[in-house]
C-alpha cells in the first residue's frame, strides 16, 4: 500500500518565477521555496497530489467543477501566460483514477478532467519545488475563486477522503500533497488601493491562520474559515480551501517548518507525516 | 445572465491576440457581434468596472483589461472606479 510521508503548503503567485529571475537565488522569494524544496527532497516521494483552485484557465464559467480530479498520462502548463518557462510533468494517471473510485463512493461528486492543461496555481509551485517535474502529480482542483464556494468542512472531508483513497492505493508508493494559494488576497476588486492591481486586505487573518497552522489548530480552523470570513480577506481568499483540503493528511500535527509573508497574506509550511 | 459574455470577452482578450488587437483598435466594432446587453456594451466602452463588478463580472478577469488598456482601463483609473463598486452581498 501507498504511503503518505509528507505534506506542503506554498504560495503561488504568478509573478514569482519572473521575480526570481531578476533577483536571484539569494532573494527571499527563492529562500523559502528552497527550504520547502529541500524538505520535499528529504521525502522523497513517488508521486504528488497537488490541490489547486484553476483561475478559469484550465475551466472557464461555462463549465466549472467545484471538485474534480485530472487523469491524465501526461500534464503541460501553464496555460494562462504566466511569465515563466513552459513544462511537461507525468500525471500519476493510476492513482488519480483510484483517488477518484473511492472519493466517488465515500460520498464526493468529483468530476472527471482528462484532456487538460494546468494554470500557474499548479506550475509555479512545481517550477520551485520540482523543477526537473521527476515526480508524477495527481491534481485535484476545487473551486476557490467563483462563489459559491464550498465549505472549509466540506474541504476538509474531501481532503480525508484523498488521504484514505491514497492509503489504500495498492501501490508501493511514496505519497506526498501539496495546497496552495494564498490566504488573503483581493485581484482587481473593491478593495484594492489607488493605483495598484492588487493588495492583501486582511493581513491579521493571514497571520492568524499562520498561528492556527504552527500551533496544529486545524479544527479552529476549520470553524472559523466560513464563506464570509474567506471573503473578506479578499476575493481569493478562498485559496485557503486549497490548504484546508492538504491540512486532511496532517491531522493536527505541527509543522516541521513554517515560514508566514504577512504582508503578502500567504505562508510555506511543510509536515512530516512518516 | 449575459454577464457571462463580459466574462468571456475578459478570457478572450487574454487569450486572444488578434481579438485584443481589435478590442484596442475599434472597441466599439470589436464587441458588436457578442452576445452583450446593451448596458453591458454601455458599460465596456465607458470602462464602468464598477457597474461590471455589481452585474457579476469576475473582477480577477476585468482586472485582465489593464494589462493592455483596454476600454482606455489603465490600472489608476480601474482602481479608482472599481473601488466605488458596492460589495456583492455574501451568504453563508
Not at chain 1, 492538504?246 to 516541521?256: F, S, T, Y
Not at chain 2, 463588478?53 to 479608482?80: D, M
Request: with cysteine; proline share 8%; net charge negative.
Amino acid at each position: 500500500m501507498a504511503e503518505i510521508v509528507a505534506a506542503f503548503g506554498v504560495p503561488h503567485t504568478p509573478n514569482f518565477p519572473a521575480l526570481v529571475a531578476k533577483q536571484g537565488p539569494d532573494c527571499r522569494t527563492a529562500q523559502l521555496y528552497a527550504q520547502v524544496a529541500a524538505l520535499l527532497h528529504d521525502a522523497s516521494p513517488d508521486v504528488l497530489v497537488v490541490y489547486t483552485d484553476d483561475h478559469f484557465n484550465t475551466f472557464f464559467l461555462d463549465n466549472f467543477p467545484t471538485f474534480a480530479v485530472g487523469i491524465a498520462d501526461q500534464i503541460s502548463g501553464p496555460n494562462d501566460q504566466t511569465a515563466m518557462p513552459s513544462y511537461r510533468v507525468a500525471g500519476e494517471a493510476s492513482l488519480a483514477s483510484h483517488v477518484r473510485a473511492r472519493v466517488i463512493a465515500a460520498g464526493f461528486d468529483l468530476s472527471l478532467v482528462q484532456d487538460f492543461d494546468l494554470d500557474h496555481s499548479i506550475m509555479v509551485p512545481l517550477h520551485f519545488l520540482t523543477p526537473d517535474m521527476a515526480i508524477p502529480i495527481v491534481p485535484v482542483f476545487i473551486n476557490g475563486l467563483a462563489p459559491p464556494l464550498p465549505s472549509a468542512q466540506r474541504c476538509s472531508a474531501l481532503g480525508h477522503a484523498v488521504k484514505d483513497a491514497i492509503e489504500d492505493w495498492p501501490a508501493d508508493k511514496r505519497v506526498a500533497v501539496i495546497g496552495s494559494g494564498s490566504f488573503s488576497l483581493e485581484i482587481g476588486g473593491p478593495r484594492i488601493p489607488l493605483g495598484e492591481r492588487a493588495c492583501t486586505p486582511d493581513p491579521q487573518w493571514a497571520k492568524h491562520v499562520q498561528d492556527h497552522l504552527e500551533h496544529g489548530r486545524i479544527a479552529e480552523l476549520i470553524e472559523e474559515a466560513t464563506a464570509s470570513r474567506l471573503a473578506r480577506a479578499g476575493n481569493i481568499g478562498g485559496e485557503l480551501l486549497n490548504w484546508i483540503a492538504m491540512l486532511g493528511v496532517v491531522g493536527d500535527r505541527k509543522p516541521i517548518f513554517i515560514a508566514p509573508e504577512i504582508e503578502h497574506g500567504h505562508a510555506y509550511a511543510a509536515w512530516r507525516l512518516n | 445572465m449575459s454577464i457571462y459574455a463580459v466574462n468571456k470577452l475578459c478570457r478572450e482578450a487574454l487569450r486572444d491576440a488578434a481579438f485584443r488587437a481589435a478590442l484596442k483598435r475599434d472597441p466599439r466594432a470589436a464587441i458588436a457581434p457578442l452576445p452583450l446587453t446593451g448596458e453591458e456594451r454601455s458599460a465596456l466602452l465607458n470602462g464602468d468596472v464598477a457597474w461590471l463588478y455589481e452585474q457579476g463580472a469576475h473582477p480577477f478577469l476585468l482586472a485582465y483589461l489593464t494589462r493592455w488598456e483596454l476600454f482606455g482601463l489603465t490600472v489608476p483609473l480601474y482602481s479608482e472606479r472599481i473601488r466605488t463598486a458596492r460589495e456583492p452581498g455574501i451568504t453563508e
